[in-house]
């Protein structure tokens, strides 16, 4: 709903912050790919943290990026004709809580309708002023010798030695292992919450997601016959998906939306074949396909018009 990577703006608060969360970031990438145990997509934001401590970033500073940030086009008014029409609206994120109830609050969804991470940074800083932090400081510029992000291996091997070795051994480490970040089969649970609360199943919802934090909720709704879909979305989110959708209009969804309520899944993919794949809003049906590249390349373009710097993150 919001273009800003609140996360990567936060970073950019500190020099060569933005630099080191897109080595993060790929990193992130490397590891959810590689089924890591006990980690999931998006950890990026958990990841960051012990930067974020010693650079001295607060929860004040988190809300004040987020108040920069804008709306998407239509996403207010597609939130708002939704709810008048019974829908039930809620937001699954991977955003720190600061960001997710900032934009939350300009759509009109409540802090009780949004499963985000929580983040207290402040207590973290407290608890660990004047601490040692050579060992992040050190960190930070052999990181930045891996930028741009290109070579995978250099990078995992490095960041391995960080955040799985090094940190363990620091106490400022247990900022990296206290947080529970809401990516991946966290959203997953989180969508399941949602359903349950209103005796549904999964295949009774809709989520809409567009990067690879939502891979596993996509897959697991699409899988289950709910209608998941791709907005916007990168190479990860839309093979996972029942439609994809490329617009700079949040209110396209609407199209998807309305005959789905109507009729369910079947309702909702028959009634796209009037839609021309190669015109703006690009709705494509994503079921019982194999090659995904020209959407994908059709979902960069208008990714890359609407996020703008933040597109190029997994």
Same mark, same amino acid.
């Given at each position: 709903?919001?273009?800003?990577?609140?996360?990567?703006?936060?970073?950019?608060?500190?020099?060569?912050?933005?630099?080191?969360?897109?080595?993060?970031?790929?990193?992130?990438?490397?590891?959810?790919?590689?089924?890591?145990?006990?980690?999931?997509?998006?950890? !990026?934001?958990?990841?960051?943290?012990?930067?974020?401590?010693?650079?001295?970033?607060?929860?004040?500073?988190? !809300?004040?990026?987020?108040?920069?940030?804008?709306?998407?086009?239509?996403?207010?008014?597609?939130?708002?004709?939704?709810?008048?029409?019974?829908?039930?609206?809620?937001?699954?994120?991977?955003?720190?809580?600061?960001?997710?109830?900032?934009?939350?609050?300009?759509?009109?969804?409540?802090?009780?309708?949004?499963?985000?991470?929580?983040?207290?940074?402040?207590?973290? +800083?407290?608890?660990?002023?004047?601490?040692?932090?050579?060992?992040?400081?050190?960190?930070?510029?052999?990181?930045?010798?891996?930028?741009?992000?290109?070579?995978?291996?250099?990078?995992?091997?490095?960041?391995?030695?960080?955040?799985?070795?090094?940190?363990?051994?620091?106490? +400022?480490?247990?900022?990296?292992?206290?947080?529970?970040?809401?990516?991946?089969?966290?959203?997953?649970?989180?969508?399941?919450?949602?359903?349950?609360?209103?005796?549904?199943?999964?295949?009774?919802?809709?989520?809409?997601?567009?990067?690879?934090?939502?891979?596993?909720?996509?897959?697991?709704?699409?899988?289950?016959?709910?209608?998941?879909?791709?907005?916007?979305?990168?190479?990860?989110?839309?093979?996972?998906?029942?439609?994809?959708?490329?617009?700079?209009?949040?209110?396209?969804?609407?199209?998807?939306?309305?005959?789905?309520?109507?009729?369910?899944?079947?309702?909702?993919?028959?009634?796209?074949?009037?839609?021309?794949?190669?015109?703006?809003?690009?709705?494509?049906?994503?079921?019982?396909?194999?090659?995904?590249?020209?959407?994908?390349?059709?979902?960069?373009?208008?990714?890359?018009?609407?996020?703008?710097?933040?597109?190029?993150?997994?």
């Amino acid at each position: 709903m919001s273009p800003q990577d609140n996360a990567y703006e936060v970073m950019g608060l500190f020099e060569n912050g933005h630099r080191i969360f897109e080595i993060i970031s790929r990193y992130d990438d490397l590891l959810a790919l590689e089924g890591k145990e006990g980690y999931e997509a998006g950890d !990026t934001l958990a990841l960051i943290a012990p930067f974020l401590v010693y650079h001295r970033i607060t929860e004040k500073h988190v !809300t004040e990026v987020s108040k920069k940030a804008m709306l998407v086009d239509g996403a207010k008014e597609l939130i708002s004709q939704l709810k008048e029409t019974g829908w039930e609206v809620y937001i699954i994120s991977t955003s720190y809580q600061q960001h997710a109830y900032n934009i939350g609050s300009q759509v009109s969804i409540s802090p009780e309708k949004i499963h985000c991470t929580s983040f207290p940074l402040d207590s973290y +800083i407290r608890e660990f002023e004047g601490l040692d932090t050579t060992l992040i400081a050190e960190a930070e510029q052999e990181i930045l010798e891996l930028y741009p992000p290109i070579n995978d291996m250099k990078v995992k091997m490095r960041l391995d030695r960080f955040f799985w070795n090094d940190m363990p051994k620091s106490p +400022i480490g247990r900022v990296l292992f206290d947080m529970s970040v809401v990516g991946g089969a966290r959203k997953v649970s989180a969508a399941e919450r949602v359903a349950k609360e209103h005796d549904l199943d999964l295949k009774d919802i809709v989520v809409v997601g567009d990067s690879i934090t939502d891979l596993k909720m996509l897959k697991a709704v699409n899988d289950e016959g709910g209608l998941a879909v791709a907005f916007n979305g990168n190479q990860y989110a839309i093979p996972e998906a029942t439609i994809g959708l490329a617009t700079t209009n949040m209110m396209d969804l609407m199209k998807i939306l309305k005959p789905w309520k109507e009729g369910g899944r079947e309702k909702a993919i028959s009634s796209l074949s009037e839609y021309k794949e190669k015109k703006e809003p690009y709705i494509h049906v994503l079921v019982d396909r194999n090659d995904f590249q020209d959407i994908i390349d059709v979902h960069k373009k208008v990714r890359n018009m609407v996020r703008g710097r933040a597109a190029k993150l997994g």
